[in-house]
DNA sequence: TTGTTATTTGGTCATTTAACCAAGCATTTA
DNA sequence: TAAATGCTTGGTTAAATGACCAAATAACAA
């Protein structure tokens, strides 16, 4: 593998990655409505302000999310929006593991 | 949120942070064109055959893979194919990234 | 049966992550 | 200008992760 081959996959990792949460994740797909300040988006998260701010900062690092301040508030939107048209077939996936689980119970 | 919708993102998370390592990822992609057996992917990672062997556990706990021993050999592959159909928006991500740092620098 | 090959498992350790709290910084309101 | 609001940053800490090594297991070969 090259270094640019090496970079690459490591880029794409990190979006993985940053998805890879819960709440992060949760957050995102919040987002597929369009953009919300982080108010909006912490209303409904148990955690500390900073917490969901650090989450945010990870999204924006890895390019998923972007941000703007109007005003008093700081409004995050998806980057690029395809992100989520993933689901399903990560929806498919947990399925697939459900009904395995499911028999083995 | 009810306790099942949070499972799902839980579950959802879980895939996506399976696939956030860039030898995993790795992996996974390798997979694409059909199975291959530990010996083969290692073959190509530069990193302890129990690091390899952790590292596949990791997917196929998150139901990304499975496997299936043959003889002295265990084979994986992708359990559910359209799960790096994905990248193509991932790429369009770090694309987006690229473009803007270098724009910055 | 003994050895060899292919892979997994258990243990250890350094690093990273994610949570909280406290403090900082803009922006707006009083 | 002072106080309040909305968010971020820095510090601390516990838990999770990922790497390695050594040892275990399983299947085949000698």
């Not at 108010?39 to 500390?48: K, P």
């Amino acid at each position: 593998m090259t270094g640019k081959q090496k970079a690459i996959i490591e880029a794409k990792a990190n979006v993985l990655k940053a998805l890879g949460h819960p709440t992060r994740l949760w957050m995102a797909e919040q987002l597929e409505n369009g953009e919300k300040c982080v108010c909006e988006l912490a209303e409904f998260i148990d955690a500390d302000f900073s917490t969901i701010s650090k989450h945010l900062s990870v999204l924006k690092q890895a390019g998923v999310v972007m941000d703007e301040k109007r005003g008093k508030q700081v409004y995050y939107k998806l980057k690029v929006p395809c992100i989520l048209k993933y689901m399903s077939c990560v929806e498919a996936v947990i399925r697939a593991q459900a009904e395995e689980r499911a028999v083995i119970l």
